[in-house]
């Protein structure tokens, strides 16, 4: 199975800040189609997850153009440029290139 | 609006059954594929199974942990998702989401707790 490896695991940020998540593959999200299924969620608390960014960089409607994500192959970065305090919870990379689909750790957002 | 209802969860004793359903509005469900991921007490995020829609001869996948136990079905009449879970063990604790394989709809999660 795929193993998505989130760093850092937790993220100490100040309003304004602007913060950036690593999601490592331990093998490459292309797929034959040339497509990336590589999405990011975020899991504000008592929540449930909600769909943030899919196939690396696409904005998912509604969510803020602070959030970016980038990447390819192996390596993909979630940016927020300017963290707001709604933005505050617990962020997940997932992919959906390889059976079976996998998420990865977390990485939780808390103020400074 | 898109809204995912899971009902069915609640506290079973480790063998016992349980039968989990998820209610779906709000878009077109029968050429939806649907799957079940399951949140653990470490907030761990773990899916489960999926099933394709009828173009796709409503093929349906596992992961390899739960095959032979769990039992994913849809009824497109009804616009919804089902999770037929047998022989359950503790470790099957955990919150119960269904999602389209977009990800892009979560409903509130069914609460499963297993223990004696």
């Known amino acids: 199975d795929v193993v998505l490896t989130q760093t850092p695991p937790t993220l100490s940020a100040t309003i304004g800040q602007s913060v950036s998540i690593s999601c490592r593959s331990s093998?490459?999200?292309?797929?034959?189609?040339?497509?990336?299924?590589l999405n990011w969620l975020l899991q504000r608390p008592g929540q449930s997850p909600q769909l943030l960014i899919y196939?690396?960089?696409n904005l998912e409607s509604g969510v803020p153009n602070r959030f970016s994500g980038s990447g390819s192959e192996t390596d993909f970065t979630l940016k927020i440029s300017g963290v707001e305090a709604e933005d505050l919870g617990v962020y997940y990379c997932m992919q959906a290139t390889h059976a079976p689909y996998t998420f990865g750790a977390g990485t939780k957002l808390e103020l400074k | 609006e898109v809204q995912l209802v899971e009902t069915g969860g609640g506290l079973v004793q480790p063998g016992n059954s349980l039968k989990l359903s998820c209610a779906t509005s709000?878009?077109?469900?029968?050429?939806?594929?649907m799957n079940w991921i399951r949140q653990t007490p470490g907030k761990r995020l773990e899916w489960l199974a999926q099933?394709?829609?009828?173009?796709?001869?409503?093929?349906?996948s596992y992961l390899e942990s739960v095959k032979g136990r769990f039992t994913i079905s849809r009824d497109d009449s009804k616009s919804s998702v089902y999770l037929q879970m047998n022989n359950l063990k503790e470790e099957d604790t955990a919150i119960y989401y269904c999602t389209p394989t977009g990800m892009d709809a979560w409903g509130q999660g069914a609460s499963v707790t297993v223990s004696s």
């Open positions: 196939s690396v960089s």
């Open positions: 099933i394709e829609d009828k173009s796709n001869n409503y093929f349906i």
């Open positions: 093998q490459s999200l292309l797929d034959s189609d040339g497509d990336t299924y």
């Open positions: 709000g878009f077109t469900f029968s050429t939806a594929w």
